[in-house]
C-alpha cells in the first residue's frame, strides 16, 4: 500500500509560481509512474502532467504546456510539479497520484491507469 502526501498548494496571484511536492511511502518508488490531475469546484478532474519511473518520459496536458514542470526525486521518494505563470483557470485541487507499470518509459493520462492517490492540495490564482 502505497501513501500519498502532497504539499505545497497555496494562494497566489495571475502570474506567479508555485512548487507542489508529492512524498511517498510505503512502496518502491521507482516502481510507480506518477501524476498530477486537478480538479476545480463543479467540474471532473482532470490530466496535468505524468512522468517515468525514471523521470526519462514526462507527458502533459495542453493547458499547462510550457508553464507546468513535473519532476521526481527517487532517492527522496518525491514528485514535484513546478507551475509558473499561473491563471485564475489554474484554480483546482491538485492530486498526485501512482501508477504501477513495468516499462521504465510508461505514462499515462487517464486516471484510471493509477493506483494509488494523495488527499489533494488546494491551489487558488486571484485574478
Known amino acids: 500500500q502505497v501513501q500519498l502526501v502532497e504539499s505545497g498548494g497555496g494562494l497566489v496571484q495571475t502570474g506567479g509560481s508555485l512548487r507542489l511536492s508529492c512524498a511517498a511511502s510505503g512502496g518502491t518508488f521507482d516502481n510507480y509512474a506518477m501524476g498530477w490531475f486537478r480538479q476545480a469546484p463543479g467540474k471532473e478532474r482532470d490530466f496535468v502532467a505524468a512522468?517515468?519511473?525514471?523521470?526519462?518520459?514526462?507527458n502533459y496536458a495542453d493547458s499547462v504546456k510550457g508553464r507546468f514542470t513535473i519532476s521526481r526525486d527517487n532517492d527522496k521518494n518525491t514528485v514535484y510539479l513546478q507551475m509558473n505563470n499561473l491563471k485564475p483557470e489554474d484554480t483546482a485541487a491538485y492530486y498526485c497520484?501512482?501508477?504501477?507499470?513495468?516499462?521504465?518509459?510508461?505514462?499515462?493520462?487517464?486516471?484510471?491507469?493509477?493506483?494509488?492517490w494523495g488527499q489533494g492540495a488546494q491551489v487558488t490564482v486571484s485574478s
Open positions: 512522468i517515468s519511473r525514471i523521470g526519462s518520459r514526462t
Open positions: 497520484a501512482a501508477d504501477r507499470v513495468i516499462t521504465l518509459w510508461g505514462t499515462s493520462a487517464s486516471e484510471n491507469d493509477y493506483d494509488y
